[in-house]
């Protein structure tokens, strides 16, 4: 019988609006739902454990490494990694440097996420800027949003470096062959753009290691126009953003909709499983967090507001990464196109 890889996830246990308790529980859920995790808890011991002992889990899956202290989000970042090292974050990080962890998770400041990946595990070589690359839900399944919020002033070389990454996971994390790379832009003609998108257009056209389909509008992105949408931070983090809020907006005003008359509720009750089950498959929370590409080892950032069921799929998505061993297959990527 083939043994299986037990994947070891140091997550930050103090980072988020609702840490300890939703990440403990998370953490808790992802043990208990997949035999291959490893759950480390990084944080103040005390709290966590007194935490888990809510909780029936294998306890030889779930270990707690103190950490006396937290960064915050109204921290300077590069200060904050520099001066706090017995916080969670920087402890859990080592972590992962140190080969201890194969994966860091957290719902803590960003800043200080995206600057301690950098300067604690380090990027790969050849690779210009790790970029956030979330999973959005669209009407055919899932796509790859990247960047989302670590590069706001990008370069074209940057974004065609994206694109190679996005689709390296696409393919070999989700499953998808030969994923439609897709630019975002304000129009489909290849004249349209900005500076930045009519830069990075024909070097993706003339890129042979993706499927470049072109530029693709917003309005296109939830239909499933494509696996992979391309663009800088700032672009991205508005479509992130703009989805979630749709998304809250839609279901709110729906509900009230079917609540509204006595018939609408008994069409409630009978549309309820199937419309439950939909409204589940467009909830940005169902996939996880979104993994920092391009580095020595799996960052995986979490909104801050996340609640437990966010924790444990942004835990179990380091599975698939560490088994399809997604940044040796980014750095070959990017390496076979330097020796070029």
Do not use: W
């Not at 399944?141 to 990008?154: M, P, S």
């Not at 499933?224 to 989805?243: H, P, R």
């Not at 979490?302 to 560490?322: D, P, R, T, W, Y």
């Amino acid at each position: 019988m083939e043994q299986q890889t037990m994947v070891r996830v140091a997550v930050d246990a103090m980072g988020g609006d609702n840490a300890p308790a939703a990440v403990v529980e998370g953490a808790v859920l992802a043990v208990c739902e997949d035999s291959r995790v490893h759950a480390v808890l990084v944080g103040k011991e005390d709290i966590i454990r007194e935490e888990l002992k809510k909780y029936t889990y294998d306890k030889e899956r779930i270990s707690v490494v103190d950490a006396g202290e937290v960064i915050t989000n109204d921290e300077a970042p590069v200060m904050a990694i520099r001066r706090k090292k017995d916080s969670s974050i920087v402890k859990a990080m080592n972590l992962v440097k140190n080969n201890e962890a194969d994966a860091f998770v957290s719902a803590g400041s960003t800043g200080a996420i995206l600057v301690g990946a950098q300067l604690i595990i380090g990027r790969l070589p050849g690779v210009e800027r790790p970029p956030l690359a979330p999973l959005i839900p669209t009407e055919t399944g899932v796509a790859l949003l990247i960047d989302c919020g670590a590069n706001v002033d990008a370069r074209p070389s940057h974004l065609v470096q994206f694109a190679r990454m996005g689709s390296v996971y696409m393919e070999h994390v989700l499953g998808v062959r030969n994923p439609r790379v897709a630019i975002v832009n304000i129009g489909a003609e290849e004249e349209k753009g900005n500076t930045l998108v009519k830069g990075t257009f024909p070097l993706l056209k003339n890129c042979n290691e993706i499927n470049f389909t072109g530029s693709i509008e917003a309005r296109d992105i939830p239909s499933g126009a494509a696996d992979v949408i391309v663009c800088e931070a700032f672009v991205g983090n508005v479509i992130l953003k703009l989805y979630e809020g749709l998304a809250s907006t839609l279901l709110s005003t729906v509900k009230k909709g079917m609540m509204s008359t006595f018939r609408s509720k008994v069409g409630a009750l009978l549309v309820k499983p199937a419309l439950k089950k939909t409204l589940k498959s467009m909830d940005t929370a169902e996939y996880g967090g979104a993994p920092m590409l391009g580095l020595k080892g799996l960052v995986v950032k979490v909104h801050g507001s996340s609640e437990k069921a966010e924790m444990k799929n942004a835990i179990l998505q380091c599975i698939a990464f560490k088994e399809q061993n997604i940044s040796e297959k980014i750095r070959t990527s990017i390496e076979v196109n330097e020796n070029k």
